[in-house]
């Protein structure tokens, strides 16, 4: 049985010290930081993930949310999913977070999740949680079994021939539309990282998932002020009503004036290999009339790129009819 040490630092400089020691920020770290501890320890019962160290973060002070001086939204990195879909100034100012958290997991799960957990949760990829199994991601170089196997729920947009897996957060598709900025505090300092930025696409190394280095400890996230009249929508399909991953997702923030469409921020969740903010779906949005035709085909834009799998042909419509179907209801 794997063992390891248990630290419960009391400030976040002693915690960016610890982790700072590790060997790498990405998969196989050998210094961990635990939150919720319901991605975390779910791989460690697999041997996916063999830490020698656990630093628990539940004791530093990053669990308030408070309001930004500029009006937005400031998230402690440990602040509760539940709690933060349920917070006021969320669903009155940013309800596609709190429809997006929500959407997903279990009650007892959104309890103990964070939003930091949630932001760097790992591909449910069936061979990820394998060790018995090659693949690329766990182990670099020993191939991805996923291509020829098993692939059905995984991504068709931003994959490699090295990695295919779905990035699974539904709270971080709606953070991409709302464009969050991440808070880091490294062994060298702090700084602000956009949300599109936080995520790696896989390329020939899919073992690199984010930015963070070791030691990065996220201290929160931040959004902007909420922008007036926008309309916003969370759409989640997938295989059971509840307590499952999205096939396909879309969250859509998006203002109206004079029946066009004046703004727009979209993103897909399901089939990125990261959470998939669409420029190009937002390109064919804005200033066009907010009718159903423009909703076709702005999804026809969001998924022009899209590459499937033998097993997951299926989701390229279904993520177009989700987005269109999303701005519908936005408009509703
Ligand atoms: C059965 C099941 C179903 C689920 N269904 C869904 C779903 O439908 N939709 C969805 O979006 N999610 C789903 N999830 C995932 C769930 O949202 C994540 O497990 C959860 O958000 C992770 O948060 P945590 O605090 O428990 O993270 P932890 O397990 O504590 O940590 C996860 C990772 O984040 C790192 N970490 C944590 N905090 C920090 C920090 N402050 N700075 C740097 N690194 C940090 C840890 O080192 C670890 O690598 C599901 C999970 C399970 C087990
Ligand atoms: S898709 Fe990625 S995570 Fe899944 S087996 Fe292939 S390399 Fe591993």
Same mark, same amino acid.
């Given at each position: 049985m794997h063992t390891f040490e248990f630290t419960r630092p009391q400030d976040p400089a002693a915690a960016v010290a610890l982790a700072a020691k590790s060997k790498t920020a990405q998969q196989g770290a050998d210094i961990r930081f635990i939150a919720g501890g319901t991605t975390l320890l779910d791989l460690m019962k /697999? @041997?996916? %993930?063999?830490?020698?160290? &656990?630093?628990?973060? @539940?004791? /530093?002070?990053l669990d308030k949310i408070e309001s930004t001086r500029d009006g937005g939204l400031s998230i402690g990195a440990t602040v509760r999913n539940s709690d933060l879909a349920h917070h006021a100034r969320v669903q009155k100012d940013y309800p596609v977070l709190s429809q997006a958290i929500l959407a997903g997991a279990s009650t007892q799960l959104r309890n103990m999740a964070t939003t930091a957990g949630n932001l760097l949760q790992r591909t449910r990829c069936m061979y990820f949680r394998d060790s018995a199994m090659a693949c690329n991601k766990r182990e670099p170089g020993t191939g991805c079994p996923a291509i020829a196997g098993s692939n059905r729920g995984l991504a068709i947009l931003g994959a490699s021939e090295h990695c295919i897996a779905t990035n699974p957060s539904d709270m971080c598709v709606a953070m991409a539309a709302l464009e969050a900025?991440? $808070?880091?505090? =490294?062994?060298? =300092?702090?700084?602000?990282?956009?949300? *599109? %930025?936080? $995520? /790696? &696409?896989? =390329?020939?190394t899919p073992q690199r998932e984010t930015v963070l280095e070791p030691g990065d400890l996220v201290t929160h996230l931040t959004l902007p002020?909420?922008? #007036? *009249?926008?309309k916003q929508v969370y759409l989640k399909l997938?295989?059971? #009503?509840?307590? %499952?991953? #999205? &096939?396909a997702s879309a969250a859509v923030v998006m203002t109206i004036a004079g029946g066009n469409v004046t703004r727009a921020r979209i993103a897909l969740g399901g089939v990125g290999t990261k959470p998939w903010r669409s420029s190009e779906a937002e390109a064919a949005l804005v200033g066009q009339p907010a009718s159903q035709a423009t909703f076709r085909k702005t999804a026809e834009a969001a998924l022009r790129d899209a590459r499937p799998q033998s097993e997951n042909k299926f989701k390229v419509e279904l993520a177009k009819r989700c987005l269109a179907h999303a701005l519908q209801m936005a408009t509703a």
């Open positions: /697999l @041997n996916v %993930e063999t830490p020698d160290r &656990l630093v628990d973060i @539940n004791r /530093l002070p900025t991440i $808070h880091v505090q =490294g062994p060298t =300092g702090s700084r602000a990282i956009p949300f *599109g %930025e936080f $995520h /790696l &696409l896989p =390329g020939d002020p909420p922008i #007036a *009249g926008s997938r295989d059971r #009503a509840s307590y %499952e991953f #999205a &096939l």
